[in-house]
């Protein structure tokens, strides 16, 4: 999808959608942003993205962050980890990225944080919670964010600014609208407590309108601008 004219067409076509979403739970479309998330592709794609006006890009992989900011070295990019983060890429991504959607455990806070201060730098990070059924999702125990957050106040390098999940794969509404609520109702709870989580991170391409009506201040859009995936057979 280095095509331009199609680019600006799917990405419109993304914010026309996204506001009618909003504005069919009754909220103002303002309040919702969208992270446009490039996983798989190249260089020359972000180049016509960045044409566009975009410049925060949402990436699984922190090699792939390295390669592609090579690539780009000189552009103003925001990049944000939304993939699962190993503790081991904490130095790569105290250097290059802006934003962490993934942070789920200590050890990986820890470990950004040692890096971020010998960076002088600092973080925002959203804490992944777990509210789907399938094994295969990632994410902190619900039950367990309360004292994660409290935590994480020992760790000024880290701007913790709210909450991110994964729905669960299915198709019944129902279900997948659940995994959202649960997320709002989670920052709604810890708010009492006094954290402040203004950003709720969820939804993806399939399933953003469901986030959308359960009060998400973000959604994750991939497919629906880039175009489809190809993926490098293992």
Known sequence: MSDPTQLAANWAAVRARVDEACRAAGRDPGEVSILPVSKTFGAEVMRAALALGLHRFGENKVQEIKEKAAALAGEAIDWVVIGHLQTNKAK???????????????????????????????????????????????????????????????????????????????????????????????????????????????????DFPLAIAEGATEVRIGTAIFGNRSYAPT
């Not at 934003?99 to 971020?116: F, K």
């Not at 010998?118 to 990070?125: I, T």
């Not at 659940?178 to 989670?186: D, I, N, S, Y």
């Open 92 to 206: 790569e991504v105290a250097r290059l990225a802006s934003e962490v959607q993934s942070l789920d455990r200590l050890e990986l806070a820890e470990a950004l944080h040692h890096r971020l201060q010998l960076e002088n730098r600092s973080l925002e990070v959203l804490v992944q919670v777990k509210t789907a059924r399938e094994e295969s999702k990632r994410g902190l125990p619900a039950e367990a964010l309360p004292a994660f957050l409290a935590r994480l106040r020992a760790y000024p390098t880290l701007r913790v600014k709210g909450l991110m999940t994964l729905a669960t794969l299915s198709d019944d509404p129902g279900e997948v609208r659940a995994c959202f609520r649960r997320l709002r109702e989670l920052r709604d709870q810890c708010a009492a407590e006094g954290h402040a989580l203004p950003r709720l991170s969820m939804g993806m391409s399939g």
